[in-house]
């Protein structure tokens, strides 16, 4: 039996049918096709498919979908604005904040999450900000530079 | 001796290069930050069949009888996959070039081995009703006495882990149960020492656990072949693997990787590619694969968890006169790659150090643990470990500053090490050098002095006498109790002659030419007890280095040569 489910994905409207106890996860990248969060464990404990909820950063694997209906969800596919990229996604790519690039979706919303209700985080705000979300390459120091430097950088704009 | 020459490049070098010092952007990272980077699991196709797998809730069972009819029975299932369906059920994957005996099925039949092991794959409509069916599936087992420890699996009586190997150990050159360093006399090294320290060191097996699960993605295409989307971290060396368990030929299949989760080593064992293409053979349809976050940490394979004893000599003033290094490696109940990591380490034992007399004794030794493999510097990592803490234990002993200590017993260009080649380009003095400077920690000016270039060969490049063992390397029963179902390979590339043809099937239909002579050095295992015969000059001779053509060889460090 499968149930309808409406929310806006980055600002536009979306209609998906999920079974019963199906994650937004499954929703998303099975359903609506936006395959930008990443499945990593499945338990809530790697942070590769957080997305943004009303504002809050949510792991979309032990989110159910049925919760969503009605929802504003932001994935990393809307977060370019056509060829310009979020100060984010500029940052992370000068601070070399990424390297297989399977946390960085995740990451980067995590970031954005933080940066969307607090700009001018101190560091050890973004470590606790991306406290839930494993990178297994980078060491994240370069991922805290490069959070740091997209929050200096956008408060120029 | 071989030697890596710019020569062998020289066809292929540019002199514009002008990078060193700049940061140079990553060619994936816009992907990578836009979302765009497209992983394996982000091939979406119509009609994609989900496949999943049972495995062994024991450590050591044999199977007395599986009953997949109810789950053939459950609501989308579209195939049920056993051992007998999967074309050639035993593998091993250094067998592509000669490297041990086949020893992993597929899908278990009459055995399992390890907690976790896969018995029965199911292709279902989703990967909950391949689960639900998967629950549907009976098997009947008998539990077995299973051995967790490397020492107690080698000791006579105890279970055989993988009939293979009835001794629970991997074969080298198909004769010797383990490898073996001999370089000097270290029993009269520890008699003349002022100290001796024999420690015991355990690593733990170390999981890769990248970001991404292990998993494959196989569609059929057009003119019968199957496209294969995977993350494996050897796209070739996967390739062949699924062609040799599915028998067909390497040309039926198209396999698209380069993008990989995080692999660390965890990537290379094709774990899930030869079951999706089955999958996708028997079904008709894309077949989907991925493991579950317990399966990667119980089925896929981790760093071998290693116990290490070193017991050294050493003198007041801080010289080690004789090391003696014995290891073994926990394979777990298959080979997979750590036969390979125990010659890694042979190959690295004493460490960077040139110590008069060493002594070194690996195995490799199969329990009912999780298959080990590569990770991260597998067979070295773990033993430099142990070496390290051995340094700063003995560095206490000699009442010495531990960089001092270890600026002391570095090995310099010219010393002869013991494997009886040259040391050239050492660096472990300058190393060290640089990392008191960074830490700010004082050692006195006649090691801020030393370099690398001076102090070495003389007395230090001459082979020591060494001692023949009063025990020869145990001859192994050679898999007295087990058939293969294809004739054995062939023994390992540097000892197989050069002119020989290939021995088995696979590598005849795939038509590998026999490796070129390696010029490796003979592995010291197989010097006692008979002094080794003289070598051939071709063994000794490095390859030309002018004008590299087709066929002429490269080096390589895991087979010492690989065809160009």
């Not at chain 1, 969307?116 to 705000?125: G, K, Q």
């Not at chain 2, 980077?37 to 982000?42: E, I, Q, V």
């Not at chain 2, 999780?370 to 000699?398: H, I, N, S, W, Y």
């Amino acid at each position: 039996m499968k149930t309808p489910v409406q929310f806006r994905l980055n600002d536009q409207p979306v209609a998906v049918f999920v079974d019963g106890g199906d994650n937004l996860l499954t929703a998303l990248r099975d359903g609506v096709g936006d395959v930008t969060p990443k499945f990593g464990c499945g338990q809530g404990a790697c942070g590769a498919c957080t997305v943004i909820v009303e504002g809050e950063p949510r792991l979309a694997c032990i989110t159910l979908a049925e919760a969503c209906e009605g929802a504003r969800v932001e994935t990393l596919a809307g977060l370019r604005r056509g060829p310009d990229l979020h100060p984010l996604q500029s940052a992370f790519m000068e601070h070399f904040a990424a390297q297989c690039g399977f946390c960085t979706p995740g990451m980067i919303m995590a970031a954005k999450a933080l940066l969307d209700r607090n700009p001018r985080p101190s560091r050890e705000e973004v470590v606790e900000a991306i406290a839930g979300n494993i990178c297994r390459c980078t060491g994240y120091e370069p991922i805290i530079e490069a959070i740091l430097a997209a929050a200096a950088s956008a408060r120029r704009y | 001796m071989l030697e890596f020459r710019k020569d062998y490049f020289a066809d292929e070098r540019r002199d514009d290069l002008d990078v060193i010092g700049k940061g140079v952007q990553r060619q994936d990272m816009l992907g990578h930050v836009t979302g765009t980077t497209t992983f394996f699991d982000d091939h979406k196709m119509a009609g994609m069949g989900h496949l999943k797998v049972l495995r062994s809730p024991h450590h050591h069972a044999r199977i007395r009888h599986i009953d997949v009819s109810q789950a053939e029975r459950s609501p989308g299932v579209r195939r049920v996959i056993r051992g007998a369906d999967v074309p050639r059920n035993l593998n091993t994957l250094l067998g592509l070039i000669g490297f041990g005996k086949d020893d992993e099925p597929s899908l278990a039949t009459t055995k399992v081995r390890y907690r976790g092991e896969p018995i029965v794959a199911v292709v279902a409509d989703s990967e909950r009703l391949a689960h639900e069916a998967l629950a549907r599936v009976r098997v009947d087992y008998d539990p077995l006495p299973a051995v967790f420890d490397v020492e107690e699996a080698l000791k006579p009586g105890a279970p055989t882990v993988n009939d293979v190997y009835p001794g629970n150990a991997f074969e080298y050159h198909d004769r010797f149960d383990h490898q073996r360093v001999r370089f000097g006399d270290v029993e009269a090294g520890f008699r003349s020492a002022d100290h001796v320290l024999e420690q015991r060191y355990q690593m733990s097996p170390i999981e890769q656990a990248p970001t991404e699960t292990n998993g494959s993605i196989a569609a059929p295409e057009t003119n019968g072949r199957f496209v294969v989307y995977t993350p494996t971290q050897g796209l070739f060396f996967s390739l062949d693997t699924c062609a040799k368990i599915l028998d067909v030929e390497s040309n039926a299949l198209h396999f698209v990787g380069g993008t990989a989760g995080g692999g660390f080593g965890g990537k290379v064992d094709s774990l899930t590619e030869p079951l999706a293409i089955l999958g996708a053979m028997l079904t008709g349809r894309p077949v989907r694969y991925v493991l579950g976050r317990e399966e990667e940490m119980q089925f896929g394979g981790p760093r071998s968890g290693e116990r290490i004893v070193i017991k050294d000599g050493l003198m007041r003033d801080g010289r080690i006169v004789a090391r003696k290094v014995t290891v073994w490696f926990d394979s777990g109940a298959y080979t997979r790659l750590t036969s390979y990591g125990a010659v890694k380490c042979a190959a690295h034992v004493p460490g960077p150090y040139t110590i008069p007399a060493v002594h070194g004794d690996f195995y490799c030794v199969f329990t009912n643990r999780t298959p080990a493999t590569a990770m991260r510097g597998f067979g070295v990592t773990g033993v430099d470990f142990a070496l390290e803490c051995q340094m700063d234990k003995l560095a206490a002993l000699a009442g010495m500053d531990p960089m001092e200590f270890r600026i002391l017993n570095a090995y310099r260009d010219g010393d002869m090490k013991a494997h009886r080649r040259e040391a050239k380009n050492t660096a472990l003095v300058e190393c060290v050098q640089v990392a008191a400077e960074k830490a700010r920690w004082p050692i006195r000016e006649e090691f801020r002095r030393a370099s690398s270039r001076t102090g070495g060969g003389g007395e230090r490049a001459r082979i020591p006498p060494t001692p023949k063992d009063t025990s020869p390397p145990k001859r192994t029963a050679g898999g007295s109790t087990y058939t293969p179902s294809v004739a054995p390979p062939p023994a390992s590339s540097w000892d197989r002659p050069a002119a020989s043809p290939p021995a088995t099937p696979f590598q005849e239909r795939f038509a590998m030419p026999p490796p070129p002579p390696a010029p490796m050095p003979r592995p010291a295992s197989s010097q006692p007890p008979a002094p080794p015969p003289p070598e051939p000059a071709d063994r000794r001779e490095p390859p030309p280095p002018a004008a590299p053509g087709p066929g002429t060889t490269r080096f390589s460090s895991v087979f010492g040569t690989r065809r160009r």
